[in-house]
């Protein structure tokens, strides 16, 4: 369960939510989520699905979690980073995508610059964020 935790802890984090936003949209309290994300608890069933949903998860990434008999924690960090990037390289061909539709390069050019003046760090909770919107308004 700590690689699953870890795989949780780094998606909320990456999204910029605390605890308690993870817990007041998955029924819960922050106290249930820390301890599922240091893995000192076995869950299963609709609590990890609501915790899951309230990260941005890939259920896909949870099974596979699961099915690894000695999955670490450096495991589940590894492959919610994986994810992120992911979403993240996503967000972005999406962006250009319709700054090419509407034709607004300028605003589009500003935007870069500005982005490129973030940390790494930063710019992928920025992105992470935003791909969150973006998911909860589709």
């Known amino acids: 369960m700590i690689a699953t935790g870890a795989y949780l802890w780094t998606l909320r984090e990456a999204i910029g939510l605390c605890r308690n936003d993870v817990a007041h949209e ?3 309290n922050n106290v249930q989520i820390m301890r599922i994300e240091k893995g000192e ?8 699905l609501s915790v899951v949903r309230a990260v941005n998860f890939n259920a896909e990434h949870i ?3 699961f099915l690894m008999l000695v999955a670490t924690e450096e495991d589940g960090r590894n492959l919610a980073i994986s994810w992120i990037n992911r979403e993240t390289t996503s967000a972005i061909d999406e962006f250009i995508a319709d700054v090419k539709k509407d034709n607004k390069v300028s605003e589009a050019l500003k935007l870069i610059q500005q982005l490129e003046a973030l940390d790494p760090s930063s710019l ?14 589709r």
């Open 124 to 137: 992928d909770r920025l992105l992470g964020y935003g791909q969150s919107l973006l998911d909860r308004n």
């Open 26 to 28: 998955a029924g819960t």
């Open 41 to 48: 608890i076995d869950t299963r069933g609709s609590l990890l």
């Open 63 to 65: 099974a596979q979690l």
